[in-house]
């Protein structure tokens, strides 16, 4: 089961572990303009471990999902000239 709520400056989504026990603790995804983390709570350390991805890395991720073992780079868009 997820979750998403817009605030003001990000997309909140929040993954909830439904599956069999033992049950992982809830997993947020706070999407800024500039960045997207990726929150979890370790009750071993009693801290919330938090990681940084950049948007490239994002679409590097659902790129990978759906893709066989290897090594893959994505084609980087040339930006378009303004008119």
Do not use: W
């Not at 990000?10 to 439904?18: C, P």
């Not at 679409?59 to 759906?66: F, N, T």
């Amino acid at each position: 089961m997820f979750t998403i709520e817009h605030e003001f400056d990000a997309t909140v989504i929040t993954l909830i572990d439904e599956g069999r026990s033992p049950l992982l603790e809830d997993v947020t995804v706070n999407a800024f303009d500039d960045c997207i983390t990726v929150e979890q709570y370790d009750a071993r350390t009693d801290q919330v471990a938090k990681i940084t991805l950049s948007p490239d890395q994002i679409r590097d991720l659902a790129a990978a999902l759906d893709l066989p073992e290897g090594v893959y780079r994505r084609p980087v868009a040339e930006p378009k000239a303004r008119k």
